[in-house]
């Protein structure tokens, strides 16, 4: 058995190829197998390789991903993006994945499992991105899609998105809680395959997010890494992904992560400051609708992820989001509202002195500019509407606008 299923919270053990999302006592489930045998020399070399699954930055790692046959794998390729520097922090772009999310890499991951274990459909509740994603990886694998979506909820960006890969979608009257129960229910009475970050196969996918931005830097790890938190998959995704890196001794020192709530949907952050006596769950309101979300399905491993890294959960106000989504806008570097909450949880960790000055940091950038035109519009410098005469336009440039 080279890979298994393990429950986090009781460590019984289940086959690979069983469908099933948590464990008989309710726990979550994590694949588990030979990771820290694997060396990271072999990653650089495929960096410079022509095979697609090498130019995958998800496959790259594949020996610490999932055994599987390289028929199998569903890819775009995704990964390999980009790292910038604007003033002192370093942008991880998880935007510039092939749908526009870091959701790719989990779902290259998960839809190579749900052919592998025969799916014909495959599903997911969604804020939009995961939808999106699941929808053009269901397409190139050419099977059914169907998502959940709260009615209203969701940026026109993420939806056209999901409507142009032809899944079909299902608007529930209701919040991403809601929709999230009902797919949970829907892939267990109807044999759907789920695809929500709650299949521990996704998680594998979105180790990579954390051991590429590593690579980036030579292995030299960063002194923080700070990732925004919904549904906490990515955050447990990045704790994986950090203990088994210096398991296998890729690294000899362990960041400290730092992930960022929306004041309005903060049941995680409410947990941390009780050191986790409590799962609080609440009604969720933010104008970061990717991260409206108010009873996280990845509770139990996210704590552990925080645990591991010795990391810490800050909440960052709509306005102090805004404010740095505009910000990272005006760098040229762009990303929608959700994942701006990492420059606005630098500020203010910054500010009560938990980040110092001299520390290295890297910001997770979620989401692409464009997924949610609306939060830009609304908030954007008017457009001036002139006559096609090159007088207007040196009245206009002359008023000093
Ligand atoms: N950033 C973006 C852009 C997201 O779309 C999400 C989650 C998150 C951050 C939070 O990540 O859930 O792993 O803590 N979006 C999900 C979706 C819920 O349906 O697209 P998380």
């Given at each position: 058995m080279s890979e298994w299923l393990e429950c986090v919270s009781c460590a019984r053990k289940y086959p690979i190829?069983?469908?099933?999302?948590?464990?008989?006592?309710?726990g979550l489930l994590a694949v588990r197998g030979?990771?820290?045998?694997?060396?990271?020399e072999g990653f650089d070399e495929r960096r410079?390789?022509?095979?697609t699954i090498d130019q995958s930055g998800v496959w790259r790692f594949r020996e610490a991903v999932l055994d599987v046959d390289e028929s199998q794998i569903v890819t775009h390729p995704e990964g390999n993006t980009r790292m910038y520097e604007r003033d002192g922090i370093l942008f991880k772009h998880e935007g510039e994945n092939p749908t526009g999310s870091f959701k790719d890499r989990g779902m290259t991951v998960a839809m190579t499992q749900a052919v592998r274990v025969g799916a014909r459909a495959v599903a997911c509740a969604s804020t939009g991105n995961t939808s999106a994603s699941l929808a053009a990886y269901a397409a190139q694998a050419k099977l059914r899609a169907i998502v959940f979506v709260p009615t209203g909820k969701v940026a026109a960006g993420k939806l056209a998105q999901t409507l142009a890969y032809g899944a079909l979608c299902l608007q529930v009257r209701g919040d991403f809680d809601a929709a999230m129960r009902l797919v949970l229910e829907a892939s267990q009475r109807l044999g759907i395959y789920l695809v929500n970050s709650i299949n521990p196969f996704r998680i594998e996918g979105q180790k990579t997010i954390v051991w590429e931005l590593l690579q980036d830097l030579d292995?030299?790890?960063?002194d923080w890494i700070v990732v925004p938190a919904g549904n906490l998959g990515n955050t447990s995704a990045f704790g994986k992904a950090l203990i088994e890196a210096r398991d296998a001794g890729w690294i000899s020192k362990m960041p400290r992560l730092a992930a960022i709530q929306a004041c309005g949907a903060n049941p995680f952050y409410r947990s941390f400051k009780e050191d986790f006596a409590k799962r609080h769950r609440i009604s969720a309101e933010t104008?970061?609708?990717?991260?409206?979300?108010?009873?996280?399905?990845s509770y139990d491993k996210a704590v552990a992820a925080l645990r591991a890294t010795n990391g810490i959960v800050e909440e960052v106000t709509d306005d102090a989001l805004m404010s740095a989504k505009r910000d990272i806008d005006r760098m040229g570097i762009g990303c929608e509202p959700a994942s701006a909450t990492t420059l606005a949880g630098v500020r203010k960790l910054r500010a009560s002195g938990?980040?110092?000055?001299?520390e290295r940091i890297v910001c997770v950038l979620?989401?692409?500019?464009?997924?949610?035109p609306e939060a830009i519009l609304k908030n954007a410098d008017p457009m001036v509407e002139i006559e096609p005469d090159i007088s207007a336009v040196e009245r206009i440039l002359a008023s000093g606008i």
């Open positions: 190829s069983d469908v099933r999302y948590t464990c008989e006592c309710g030979p990771r820290s045998a694997v060396r990271r410079s390789s022509r095979k292995w030299n790890p960063p104008v970061a609708s990717a991260i409206r979300i108010g009873d996280p399905v938990v980040i110092r000055k001299s979620t989401g692409h500019v464009l997924k949610d």
